[in-house]
Nanobody, 123 residues
Framework: QVQLVESGGGLVQAGGSLRLSCAAS????????MAWYRQAPGKQRELVATITSNGRTNYAVDSVKGRFTISRDNAKSTVSLQMDSLKPEDTAVYYC????????????????WGQGTQVTVSS
């Protein structure tokens, strides 16, 4: 009933920038929190950043603070992650996540994930 589609990954040199986007579609009435996670090779998936519907942001990884910016467009049900001053250690598959969605039918559905987009930062 809800789909998340990501775009914007790729290969970039250290110091460069990428912008990831995620669009949610389906029978959506409202989404409170939207989030970005990442999973590097051989490591567990980790929360990178969250943003609430009123724009409150939280960056869960200290190393991305000041370099990454999460934003969203509530009208379009999209969330973006602007990544600047990228480092090789940012290399990972990045996933969009929506912990819960209220549908137009009044249902509360939980835990949707995008398909993941690869970000590779070369040194």
């Amino acid at each position: 009933q809800v789909q998340l589609v990501e775009s914007g990954g790729g290969l970039v040199q250290a110091g460069g920038s990428l912008r990831l986007s995620c669009a949610a579609s389906g029978s959506i009435f409202s989404i409170n929190t939207m989030a970005w996670y990442r999973q590097a090779p051989g490591k567990q998936r980790e929360l990178v950043a969250t943003i609430t519907s009123n724009g409150r942001t939280n960056y869960a990884v200290d190393s991305v603070k000041g370099r990454f910016t999460i934003s969203r467009d509530n009208a379009k049900s999209t969330v973006s992650l602007q990544m600047d001053s990228l480092k090789p250690e940012d290399t990972a598959v990045y996933y969009c996540n929506v912990p819960s969605v209220t549908t137009t039918g009044g249902l509360r559905l939980t835990d949707y994930w995008g398909q993941g987009t690869q970000v590779t930062v070369s040194s």
